[in-house]
């Protein structure tokens, strides 16, 4: 049979519809794509490669809630100490102490204007 062009055994054809349940221009095209005689335009392929490397890639949500840790917060004492001698020199100085977020920052209004007074203790330097 003739297809496209292209010499195409009637057996294969056959074959092709009783094992896939393809119709006879489906099992055409297979035995044709097998052998190497159906290709694709370069435009078409280069077409293709250039959608596949513009892919992004995209990252949902599970549906599986991840499970809840309690972990207990270390407590600086050190620097609830510091924090509470600069609160109270800036109290004596004239500021008045707005809020404290734990031992980490304190924020304060001197005359007006708004200020945050942060700690941070760095770690020791790598060996």
């Known amino acids: 049979m003739k297809y496209l062009g292209f010499e195409v055994d009637d057996n294969k054809i056959?074959?092709?519809?009783?094992?896939?349940?393809?119709?006879?221009?489906?099992?055409?095209?297979?035995?044709?794509?097998?052998?190497?005689?159906?290709?694709?335009?370069?435009?078409?392929?280069?077409?293709?490669?250039?959608?596949?490397?513009?892919?992004?890639?995209?990252?949902?949500?599970?549906?599986?809630?991840?499970?809840?840790?309690?972990?207990?917060?270390?407590?600086?004492?050190?620097?609830?100490f510091f924090l509470d001698e600069v609160s109270a020199l800036l109290e004596d100085l004239g500021a008045v102490v707005v809020s404290r977020k734990t031992e980490t920052e304190a924020t304060f209004t001197y005359e007006g204007a708004t200020y945050t007074f942060k700690l941070t203790k760095h770690r020791p330097p790598k060996k």
């Open 14 to 80: 056959d074959e092709y519809i009783d094992k896939l349940g393809v119709s006879i221009a489906e099992a055409c095209e297979l035995i044709l794509e097998e052998a190497g005689k159906l290709d694709e335009p370069e435009e078409v392929t280069e077409a293709i490669k250039d959608a596949e490397k513009n892919v992004k890639r995209r990252y949902e949500r599970g549906e599986k809630k991840r499970k809840q840790t309690s972990k207990e917060r270390k407590v600086d004492k050190t620097k609830g």
